[in-house]
């Protein structure tokens, strides 16, 4: 047994939740008429009720004290005095210094780290501005009229899903395009809609040699010079966001024209960064700093509030609570915004990726339950497939609601409406329908005694269901920077409580490993005698394919 789940604070969860088990939310409302108020605050612009929660003063007590016990409060100081906090790759976690107010006496001991952040701010505003205003033109003399990033993991979904959450400050004189599948058929289908004399390439990758990203520019490089182009025009065509210079310049952009990566930002955190450049062209330069705005502002609330009042600290235990003590194997994110539609599948990464872990930061392995399934969509579509299950499935699923009490787009009651399904929603799954409830609503039907009845049972839904609503005032900017901070940090309290390196990704390296291995065996038309009898006989099966279409 680990000393985590022998240690004091995890038993007396443990045996409080035995206590709760078989209390109801629905009387805690009854007994409390003051509950909401009790159970919510704000923060950068973010309300966040958490009253529809199985918890109580005592609950709340004892998750402090296990982040206390872990000494969260220590770990959250040495992640912004950037230690080297992961441990396994020697690195500092200083993804807030992107967005830090480099005049605060917090940011100070960074001051060298503040100046390498400046600089790539300001040469990015710079970049931004010249291909807004048309001082940089293609090859031909043309205007850029689209940009096409190319990146795969943190450095395409982080840019590809704030820029779709900021249609409606989208700038009319630039498209965005995001291409990170190396399956051909994505780049393919992009390009046909270009013109090379008009499109601007972004290449992301820290070690510009990523499998995809490198197949993806290459083939990118390929149409723009079977277009007319020269080798000398990539240059006005190509730039990256890398840190390996070399190999960028000898592809042929200008070593003015790449922007830096930190060893101590990673892929998931690294959209604050210059692999942001794409939603600063989409929105503008003003607007990309409003979203670093709203990040800092989190920040601070993070690093400076006590836990009684500290949204990351409140959200991450919540999530431990239901993941150890009540079996949760999920966490559903619930976006009642179009323009928020894809944040569930970044929230999926940036939480999978950080704590899809089974060995503690020592190198045990763990006995208990660590990073949940992340997963969800927008409302109201879910309603009417996945809500099912969280209504009358066997299993606990915590949920979050996200909605913003205005719209970008007010049409007739639509907002009305949404924001109705939104806290109905909520209300039923802590609610329920007792089989009281539910007789009683059959009573009048035309159904007989007999058919009444079964059909009552079928319409029995237990509640106690807990969730979130997170309000917001609109979906700006700075809302998204401070909805993503809130929940890089909720992720990093969960890790810190799991004993987990949050910010190394083995799982994802051995894939990359193992597929390089593959594709040699590929090329070579070989069996590949290291590899497993499943996998040579796939590539053997893959390889005559490609001999009966010759």
């Not at 959450?165 to 289908?189: C, E, F, Q």
Request: charged fraction near 15%; glycine fraction near 8%.
């Amino acid at each position: 047994m680990s000393q985590l789940t022998q240690s004091s604070a995890w038993k007396a969860l443990a045996q409080h939740k035995q206590s709760i088990e078989s209390q109801h939310m629905r009387t805690w409302f009854e007994q409390q008429p003051d509950r909401a108020e009790r159970y919510s605050l704000s923060a950068a612009g973010i309300l966040l009720d958490y009253s529809k929660n199985r918890v109580n003063d005592d609950t709340l007590a004892l998750l402090f004290g296990l982040a206390e016990q872990q000494q969260l409060e220590q770990a959250i100081k040495r992640m912004f005095a950037g230690e080297e906090i992961n441990t396994t790759e020697q690195r500092a976690v200083l993804h807030t210094a992107l967005r830090a107010d480099r005049h605060s006496p917090q940011w100070q001991q960074q001051s060298d780290c503040l100046s390498q952040v400046q600089a790539s701010l300001d040469k990015m505003e710079l970049f931004v501005d010249a291909i807004i205003q048309q001082r940089w033109l293609g090859y031909t003399g043309k205007a850029i009229t689209d940009v096409v990033s190319i990146g795969i993991g943190g450095s395409f979904l982080g840019p590809k899903v704030a820029s779709e959450a900021l249609k409606p400050y989208w700038s009319d004189a630039l498209t965005v395009h995001y291409v990170a599948n190396v399956d051909g058929t994505a780049i393919a289908d992009k390009l046909a809609q270009l013109d090379p004399q008009t499109t601007l390439f972004i290449t992301a990758s820290k070690s510009f040699g990523t499998q995809e990203t490198l197949a993806n520019t290459l083939s990118a490089r390929s149409w723009f010079l079977s277009h007319g182009a020269s080798l000398p025009d990539v240059a006005k065509h190509f730039v990256a966001v890398s840190s390996n210079i070399e190999a960028a310049t000898e592809f042929g952009i200008s070593p003015d024209n790449i922007f830096p990566m930190w060893d101590w930002v990673g892929g998931r955190y690294s959209l604050w960064s210059a692999i942001g450049l794409p939603i600063a062209l989409q929105i503008g330069f003003k607007h990309f700093k409003s979203i670093l705005a709203g990040a800092q502002d989190m920040d601070e609330h993070f690093r400076t509030a006590p836990f009684e009042q500290n949204m990351p600290v409140i959200m991450g235990l919540l999530g431990i609570w239901y993941t150890n003590f009540f079996d949760a194997h999920s966490h559903v994110i619930l976006t009642y915004d179009h323009y928020l539609r894809a944040l569930p599948g970044y929230l999926q990464q940036l939480d999978m990726e950080s704590n899809g872990k089974n060995v503690t930061r020592a190198g045990v392995s763990v006995d208990y339950a660590t990073g949940p399934v992340i997963w969800g969509g927008e409302g109201t579509n879910g309603q009417h497939a996945y809500h099912q299950l969280l209504h009358q499935g066997t299993r606990v699923i915590p949920a979050d609601f996200i909605l913003p009490l205005r719209s970008h787009n007010p049409v007739g009651t639509h907002h009305d409406m949404l924001a109705s399904n939104c806290f109905g929603q909520s209300q039923a799954l802590m609610q329920g329908k007792t089989l009281d409830e539910a007789k009683l609503e059959l009573a009048s039907s035309p159904l007989s005694e007999q058919q009444a009845e079964l059909v009552a049972h079928h319409k029995v839904m237990p509640g106690n269901k807990p969730s979130n609503t997170l309000l917001i005032e609109q979906s700006t900017p700075y809302s998204l920077g401070a909805i993503i901070a809130l929940y890089e940090h909720r992720t990093f309290v969960q890790g810190v409580v799991w004993e987990l390196n949050s910010f190394d990704q083995w799982g994802v390296e051995l894939g990359k490993q193992l597929g390089n291995q593959v594709l040699d065996a590929i090329a070579k038309e070989e069996q590949g005698v290291h590899l497993d009898g499943s996998t040579r006989s796939l590539i053997s099966k893959f390889n005559q394919a490609k001999l009966n279409k010759n």
